[in-house]
């Protein structure tokens, strides 16, 4: 049985694939995998907060299962994020500049972590929260053997310049016509992965920052992960 410790950080590696998946146009015909990334970045750091209906798709490949999962995702920068899930069962994690909270009502049971650890050590959640940079801290490329899916749609990979525990690499759908980035998937070093779609997205809509502050209901456990 997994550790707390190990249990946080594995469903905080399995959601941080939203860091790029914006659904936003970002640029136009014809373009150089330099300039699509530098448009990436320019987007995001355009948007100051983000909304959004999610579906997220986790496949464990060793036992061919996957658990879909739907809720509402909620992220202001800098340093804060909030996924409400609310099918199949109801889970909450959240992140401030200081804590980081996983709920799961089921379990009655709170993880928590100072957010200093995980912003220090997670290059993807410092990018989704908005104190990293997408080309100083991954490697981009465009899908080999093909760079385009059944559709025509591009498909792009991101890979951590730097070992990072749990990441292999991120793959984006880029839609030929519109250049919205259609999907993304997120793989893990045992080729599990992750997908996520989103839909009802809204863009800088001035989140109040006590969204992201939780308290743990009375009587639920409270294990503190260093």
């Known amino acids: ?18 860091v790029i998946c ?31 209906a999610f579906t997220q798709k986790a496949t464990i490949k060793s036992i061919n299962k996957t658990v879909t999962e739907e809720g509402t995702l909620y ?7 909030f996924w409400d899930y609310k099918k199949p069962a109801l889970k909450k994690l959240v992140l401030n500049p200081q804590k980081a909270w996983l709920y ?14 995980l912003l220090s050590s997670k290059m993807t959640i410092r990018f ?23 559709k025509g749609n591009y498909l792009i990979f991101l890979i951590p310049k730097n070992y990072e525990s749990g ?14 980035i ?6 893990d070093m045992y080729e599990n992965t992750t997908e996520l779609t989103f839909k009802d997205i809204k863009i800088n809509n001035n989140i109040p920052d006590k969204m992201f502050i939780f308290t743990p209901p009375k009587g639920v456990d409270v294990y503190n992960i260093p």
């Open 1 to 18: 049985m997994a550790t707390p410790k190990k249990r946080f950080n594995y469903i905080l590696i399995s959601l941080i694939s939203i």
């Open 22 to 52: 914006l659904d936003r146009p970002v640029f136009a015909e014809p373009i150089k995998l330099e300039r699509l990334i530098a448009k990436v970045q320019e987007a995001y750091d355009e948007t100051v907060d983000f909304m959004a």
């Open 75 to 81: 992220l202001k920068k800098p340093r804060r994020m």
């Open 104 to 117: 799961m009502p089921d379990e009655n049971t709170v993880y928590v972590q100072d957010a200093k650890v």
């Open 128 to 150: 989704l929260t908005g104190i990293g940079n997408l080309q100083d801290d991954f490697e981009a490329a465009f899908s080999t053997p093909d760079s385009t899916d059944e």
């Open 167 to 180: 990441i292999k690499k991120l793959l984006l759908t880029i839609d030929k016509d519109s250049y919205y």
């Open 182 to 187: 259609a999907g993304c998937k997120f793989i």
